[in-house]
């Protein structure tokens, strides 16, 4: 693979104002191949530099690493069904319009549910069932796939009352399953909701949206997304936090799995990630249960092969997996901190995959 070439993909865009911090992780199914720490927590005067043990806030790759890892268990215990109708457990999820909604489609983003909410945020889990419950449909269910994260904040909420615990204490059961030497107090293959003390004093910043309550300051730790941090910090679709080496150690739990392996933890079975990965039959989408699917014109450039899957997230992180050619790809920045362009974020993405050209 050309590190040379990526790292110079790297390094340019730090140079040219993009993000202040990166770290990379790529890899195979057994071990990380190449990893590597770029510029420092932000482009201020002696701002302290990245290194391996920089935390991220992971946007949404909560939806892939968190969300739908927790759905996947839910399934294997029969505590949850991809075909169930969503009304069953939302009283307000009422309409002929949207009786037929199920938990398949909202990790296919196809429920009719728009990106996010016309008004701001509501405060708290009650606030915003009830927002998401009766707020209109853009469109009918499973006619188009179209990304939102109120999709996943209520698969959120649904995976909390069937799993009889909040995401975050979830989610850190399912991490010890297969990195029980580094949960939860390892900072370098951290992965967790929750952050606190000096990890979270050194966490890659981000500044928050014009309109969100935060604005003006800079938010170190803190989750970027405002309907999480309304939501207390750990929502279905953003809130996770975490470094480059424990995105990585999670990304080859799932890539032993998508080559067939069954000998991982609960719930990587070879046949559930598949179900996971496998593009949707909705006309014209990329996406499968939570993860998209390879297109040559999205972030993963043109040489990933078609059963390649993965996900980014809005701060300027990404994960891809590409089981045919045994390799994995996280990149890590915060280019929230800029607000450079989601295009000029997709533009290095591209470049730095196709320069990985394994």
Known sequence: MSVADARRILQQAIARGLFPAAVVDVGSSTASLWREAFGSLTFDENAPPTDETTVFDLASLTKVMATATIVMELLRTASMDLDEPIAASFEEWRGNDRVSVTVRDLLEHCSGLPARLIDAPAQGPREFEHDICTLPLEYSPRRAAVYSDLGFILLGFLA????????????????????????????????????????????????????????????????????????????????????????????????????????????????????????????????????????????????????????????????????????????????????????????????FHDALDL
């Open 160 to 351: 909390a009352k069937r799993g009889g615990a909040s995401l975050a204490s979830q989610f850190d059961v399912l991490c010890a399953r297969f990195a029980p030497e580094v949960q939860p107090s390892g900072r370098s293959e951290l992965l967790s909701f929750t952050i606190a003390g000096p990890t979270k004093q050194l966490a890659a910043p981000t500044m928050p949206l014009d309109d969100d309550p935060r604005r003006g300051r800079r938010l170190a730790g803190e989750v970027h997304d405002s309907y999480a941090a309304a939501l207390g910090g750990a929502a279905g679709h953003a809130g996770l936090f975490g470094t480059a080496a424990g995105v990585a150690r999670l990304a080859r739990v799932v890539l032993r799995a998508a080559r067939g392996g069954d000998e991982e933890p609960s719930p990587f079975s070879s046949a559930r990630v598949k179900l996971f990965t496998t593009r949707s039959r909705v006309a014209g989408s990329s996406r499968a249960l939570g993860w998209d699917t390879m297109l040559p014109t999205s972030s993963c450039g043109v040489h990933m092969s078609p059963s390649a899957f993965g996900h980014v997230g809005f701060t300027g992180t990404s994960l891809w997996i590409d089981p045919a050619r045994n390799r994995y790809f996280v990149a890590l920045t915060n280019r929230a901190l800029t607000r450079t362009s989601l295009e000029d974020m997709r533009l290095v993405r591209r470049a």
